[in-house]
């Protein structure tokens, strides 16, 4: 019998660096610094980094707005279901803190300092990415109206960001006035 003579050949292995998140807690809410921004799970939920700037005024039940980084996990901010045309009323679950170095931020009609990633309600009718806006789009104010985005900046840096858990299902907040998705 004749054996079939059978090259085997060594596998190529391949060395990837990855950074690691760490976490700290700090006080009564997380605080997260990193050069990456993988989604992080925390408590069975998906945390991705779409984030604020600290002066980014947060709108409250009284019509007034809080900056972010003053919001405590015991506050209520106004929430809107798109789904169904309605306001609500919802509690912080968790803020969280992230020292950001390389990504920077998008800063909407001179206003509104948003990270790249988050999603604001756009013409009515979906969630787009910061970074997809264009000049013209138009987004939602905490009136119901349509607001036409006239300037898009990019800032570059290091800087704070904070993120809002919210307890509701909308999972939605005006930010500077402006409808975003959590």
Known sequence: MKSKNK?????KIIIKK???NFLQISGNFHEISNGFYPE???AG???SCDCFIRDTKILLPDGKGKMIQNISESDEIVTYDVTNDKYDICRI???IKYTRVDKGYLIINGELKITGNHRLWVNNSKWIRADDLKVNDFVMNNS?????ITKIERVDG???TYFLQLLNNYHTLFADNILVHE
Not at 7 to 11: D, F, G, H, L, V
Not at 144 to 148: G, M, P, S, Y
Request: net charge positive.
């Open 158 to 160: 290091r800087f704070d």
């Open 40 to 42: 992080i799970l925390m």
């Open 7 to 11: 090259k085997y050949y060594k596998p």
């Open 93 to 95: 679950n968790k803020k």
């Open 18 to 20: 990855i950074k690691l």
């Open 144 to 148: 119901k109206n349509k607001v036409k």
């Open 45 to 47: 939920s998906c945390v």
